[in-house]
């Protein structure tokens, strides 16, 4: 549950992506993390993004201010 809260403060600061949430939180499961948030009530917003120089596709999660 540390983990849940440490993206909730990250995510109300600034969008996150799994990538960052690795390095900030130590999760490798954001995707996860996200649902049991958004289970909770939270109000968490996505998008693909489509990264040019590696070819990889992620989500970036971010909530409204």
Do not use: C
């Not at 990250?10 to 390095?23: G, H, Q, T």
């Not at 499961?29 to 070819?55: F, H, M, Q, Y």
């Amino acid at each position: 549950m540390a983990q849940n809260k440490m993206i909730l403060e990250l995510l109300k600061k600034r969008s996150l992506s799994p990538l960052e949430a690795l390095k900030e939180v130590g999760t490798m499961k954001l995707a996860t993390r996200i649902s049991e948030l958004r289970a909770d009530g939270n109000k968490i917003k996505d998008r693909w993004v489509d990264d040019p120089l590696t070819r990889k596709r992620y989500k970036r999660y971010w909530m409204e201010k």
